[in-house]
């Protein structure tokens, strides 16, 4: 094929030639995407308790069943797609991100939406438009409101003395109480500031409406009530590093997205505390931390070009500042993601790279 | 000898004759009404009407209650149409056609409010939309304006017992899915006897409220276009899988 200016312009977000070889399989990335996880998971299980594990295995099986079902239907070779690990590393995500006492019907559907409908129906691995774990989280937040938000957890530390194996099973499979679980860890804390929603961020959603932010008690990151927050950012960040050093994902990416979110809401903040809560709580809060390094930076969502990637970053941080600030659901990562991840093939065009040997000058020999 | 050849010519010719005379004819009543139910049916193949077809379809009743609104307008405009063909200007054929719709879309919306006024306030600025609804525009552009008045009506039954099957069918799914109930409202559109079709299925916390918000009109609209498509395309595909060459693919 002639290369031309035209026919680079047509490869949507493909670099032109010449390739390097790279060493790294998808499967690799993976498997290091997984066990860059394992501090969040950690830190999660011991604030908010084993319920986490449950929602873990619940996904990551349903997710691989629906894999090589979908991959069965199509005709492909199933032992490539038994050895798929991309399908686990969506649940994995998903599992982080939904309410640990969720009930398990409704996990499986939010797995199958994920999987199947919104990756599989596109296509399948690398083919997919929007962030699976994201849409089945925007999923369930849409058709299960009530249940979404009763289940859950507020973090105390060594909560999985309290939460444990059996009694988390016991809401999500059994349909028990999610309140008894809720009331004895909060008893777990010494002298607990009680919120009025199910997490910080659905808690000041009324106050947000209203206009009164500034009235709420500026959150202290070393108490028993947020310790737990602080943690896990934390436990996030060693996993991106881990992610970072092995090359798997860019760290302009994060960087820039952490930064056009501490920036923008604390401006906001600074110029009407009445809407905004601080950059701290924007940053620490509700899914920003590990939208950063697990979400945006997502291979196959996210543009194709270097810096695509950095502007994709920044769009969805502007966007998750706007919504958080002013949307009707509490957090806005999800919708922030999947309207960049809207917005990437044309993020590719605009920073489309010129190709090497045409286009060097005006007039000159190309 | 050359008395025989003439008679098989002249067979041949007949022959020929009659099938030019069929070609002109048009197409067979049933392969008309196999067209619309099935296989170029308005809703799943020729994707007209999407408007009405999401916005109404949250409930089974109303889906039915519009399909039967449609029908009955894409009937008669066709059937009127079909009868004035050889009165109607090529060149203002569409003007015509909106106001003899329009016309018809005005007197079943108030039989509608006179008659039926719960289902007229579910239905809402729906009713009256059908004047734009393309498949009574395309009924009347690609069929009725070129064939018979017998051969339209039924083209346009057809068509329309399709498009309210497709409604009535997402209605019916998004409405178990998202509100766990079946054909509530049946009463008020098909009268009290209706009254024991009304379902509760679901208990409130198994639904999806998705499935009666758009996006969920949408995905189960898809659903329902795959399946067809699955449907219709098995043997094709039986074929195809047993050709395929064996590779390892990635």
């Known amino acids: 094929?002639?290369?031309?200016?035209q026919s680079a312009k047509q490869n949507l977000g493909i670099e032109a030639a010449p390739h390097l070889h790279a060493p790294m399989t998808t499967q690799k990335i993976m498997l290091y995407v997984l066990i860059a996880l394992i501090p969040a998971y950690g830190t999660v299980i011991y604030f908010f308790g084993f319920a986490l594990i449950w929602q873990f295995l619940l996904c990551a099986l349903t997710a691989y069943i629906l894999e090589l079902i979908c991959a069965a239907l199509r005709s492909k070779n199933l032992k490539l797609a038994a050895k798929d690990l991309s399908g686990i590393v969506t649940a994995a995500i998903l599992a982080l991100t939904i309410p640990p006492l969720l009930p398990w019907h409704l996990s499986i559907a939010a797995t199958f939406f994920a999987i199947v409908i919104v990756k599989q129906v596109f296509g399948g691995l690398g083919m997919n438009i929007f962030?699976?774990?994201?849409?089945?989280?925007?999923?369930?937040?849409i058709s299960a409101p009530g249940v979404f938000y009763s289940t859950w957890l507020t973090p105390a530390p060594a909560a999985l003395k309290v939460a444990t194996i059996d009694k988390t099973a016991g809401v999500i499979f059994m349909g028990d109480n999610p309140k008894v679980i809720y009331d004895e860890i909060v008893s777990l804390k010494e002298n607990p500031d009680v919120l009025t929603g199910a997490t910080f961020l659905e808690s000041i959603k009324t106050a947000r409406k209203a206009g009164t932010v500034n009235?709420?008690?500026?959150t202290n990151f070393t108490s028993d009530d947020y310790f737990a927050y602080l943690c896990l950012a934390i436990a996030i960040t060693v996993g991106g590093l881990f992610l970072i050093i092995f090359k798997?994902?860019?760290?302009?990416?994060?960087?820039?997205f952490l930064l056009t979110?501490?920036?923008?809401?604390?401006?906001?903040?600074f110029l009407d505390p009445t809407a905004s809560i601080s950059a701290l709580e924007h940053l620490l809060f509700g899914g920003t931390m590990l939208g950063a390094f697990f979400i945006i930076t997502d291979p196959v969502t996210n543009c194709g070009t270097s810096k695509g990637r950095i502007l994709f970053a920044i769009l969805s941080g502007c966007l998750l500042i706007l919504i958080r600030i002013n949307g009707s659901y509490s957090d806005s990562v999800a919708f922030a993601v999947m309207l960049s991840n809207a917005a990437a093939p044309l993020i590719d065009v605009l920073t489309r790279r010129r190709p090497f040997g045409i286009g060097y000058r005006k007039g000159g020999l190309d | 000898m050359s008395d025989f050849k003439e008679t098989v010519e002249g067979t041949l010719h007949a022959e020929?004759?009659?099938?030019?005379?069929k070609v002109k004819k048009g197409p067979s009543l049933l392969s008309i009404v196999a067209k619309g139910l099935w296989k170029e049916n308005p809703g799943l193949c020729q994707l007209l009407g999407m408007c009405p077809l999401l916005a109404v379809t949250t409930t089974a009743a109303s889906a039915l209650g519009l399909g039967i609104a449609t029908t009955l307008v894409v009937v008669l405009s066709s059937l009127i149409i079909s009868l004035l063909r050889h009165f109607i200007l090529r060149e203002v054929r569409i003007p015509?056609?909106?106001?003899?719709i329009a016309t018809l879309v005005t007197v079943v919306r108030f039989e509608v409010e006179a008659y039926f006024p719960a289902l007229y306030d579910q239905l809402g600025i729906y009713l009256s939309l059908i004047v734009t609804n393309c498949i009574i525009m395309g009924?009347?552009?690609?069929?009725?304006?070129?064939?018979?008045?017998?051969?339209?009506?039924?083209d346009a039954l057809s068509c329309g017992i399709g498009f309210s099957l497709v409604l009535f069918v997402l209605g019916s799914i998004r409405e178990i899915l998202g509100s766990g109930t079946f054909f509530m409202g049946a009463s008020e559109l098909l009268g009290p006897w209706a009254q024991a079709l009304e379902v509760h299925l679901l208990n409130e916390s198994a639904t999806y409220l998705i499935a009666i918000l758009p996006p969920g009109g949408f995905f189960i609209l898809a659903m329902l276009i795959a399946f067809k498509n699955a449907l219709e395309l098995r043997s094709k595909n039986k074929q195809d899988k047993k050709l395929r060459i064996k590779a390892r693919q990635i």
Do not use: D
Not at chain 2, 96 to 100: C, D
């Open chain 1, 1 to 5: 094929m002639q290369i031309t200016v």
């Open chain 1, 131 to 141: 962030n699976p774990a994201m849409a089945g989280f925007i999923f369930l937040v």
């Open chain 1, 215 to 218: 009235e709420i008690k500026t």
């Open chain 1, 248 to 256: 798997i994902i860019l760290f302009q990416m994060p960087l820039a």
């Open chain 1, 261 to 269: 979110v501490g920036s923008l809401g604390g401006l906001w903040h």
């Open chain 2, 16 to 21: 020929r004759n009659e099938k030019l005379k």
């Open chain 2, 96 to 100: 015509i056609y909106v106001a003899l």
């Open chain 2, 139 to 154: 009924r009347a552009e690609a069929f009725a304006g070129r064939n018979g008045p017998l051969s339209s009506a039924v």
